[in-house]
């Protein structure tokens, strides 16, 4: 059964930062594509960060590079984004997707993720 388990969730204040993890089970973590996606209501579901667990090949979106930092570890088939100065516009539903066997720092499309996590609700104050 595949499971993807995000935590780390909650509200800041702007400047703040927060840890998503993401917790992967039934499926092979390793040689994939990880991502992390986010949400709010009425848009579509924006890619914010990858990673190839395979290689270590990195994708972030504009809107957040310089400030998150998408990590794992392997040996508790966990994914991480490290969010920090963070700005009301993150505010979303953060989602993360197991994805295709390899990815190497381009845009993210959420088709092509076959496995997804429940969510968790980053908020930001200003």
């Known amino acids: 059964q595949v499971q993807l388990v995000e935590s780390g969730g909650g509200s800041v204040q702007a400047g703040g930062s927060l840890r998503l993890s993401c917790v992967v089970s039934?499926?092979?973590?390793?040689?994939?594509?990880m991502g992390w996606f986010r949400q709010v209501p009425g848009k579509e579901r924006e890619g914010v960060a990858s990673i190839f667990t395979g290689g270590g090949y990195t994708y972030y979106a504009d809107s957040v590079k310089g400030r998150f930092t998408v990590s794992q570890d392997n040996a508790k088939n966990t994914l991480y984004l490290q969010m920090t100065s963070l700005k009301p516009e993150d505010t979303a539903m953060y989602y993360c997707?197991?994805?295709?066997?390899?990815?190497?720092?381009?845009?993210?499309?959420?088709?092509?993720?076959?496995?997804w996590g429940q969510g968790t609700q980053v908020t930001v104050s200003s």
């Open positions: 039934g499926v092979n973590f390793m040689n994939h594509c």
């Open positions: 997707a197991w994805g295709p066997r390899y990815c190497s720092g381009v845009p993210i499309r959420e088709a092509n993720f076959g496995a």
